[in-house]
Nanobody, 129 residues
Framework: QVQLVESGGGLVQAGGSLRLSCAGS????????VGWFRQGPGTEREFVAA????????YYADSAKGRFTISRDNRQNTVALQMTSLKPEDTAVYYC??????????????????????WGQGTQVSVSS
């Protein structure tokens, strides 16, 4: 198992930017696919983006395409989510999650929370209008 800790959330005005970070420990971080999910008030947890273990492949939800960028640094055991042009509807708790080691990067599967084994506690992002 890997332990995940998110950071970087906060309050930002619409149109602004935030950079979230997910730090992993306790496992071979470079062997895990990592995804970001979010859960807004009164909504179900939804997929945002995923990145392959090497960082060579990424996949985004339609709501994130063109605005968010996922990246990773396996030397630092971190995955970042750079968010730009933020909208009030982006307000949510953002979670990072890791799959089991050496899982295949299958896009439609990675959109489901059940594809992930380990989860962080989340970081709050609030976007004011």
């Amino acid at each position: 198992q890997v332990q995940l800790v998110e950071s970087g959330g906060g309050l930002v005005q619409a149109g602004g930017s935030l950079r979230l970070s997910c730090a992993g420990s306790g496992g071979t971080f470079s062997s895990y696919i990592v995804g970001w999910f979010r859960q807004g008030p009164g909504t179900e947890r939804e997929f945002v983006a995923a990145i392959s273990s090497s960082g060579g492949r990424t996949y985004y939800a339609d709501s994130a395409k063109g605005r968010f960028t996922i990246s990773r640094d396996n030397r630092q055991n971190t995955v970042a989510l750079q968010m730009t042009s933020l909208k009030p509807e982006d307000t949510a708790v953002y979670y990072c999650a890791a799959t089991g080691p050496s899982d295949a990067f299958i896009s439609f599967r990675l959109m489901r929370s059940t594809a992930y084994r380990d989860w962080g506690q989340g970081t709050q992002v609030s976007v004011s209008s």
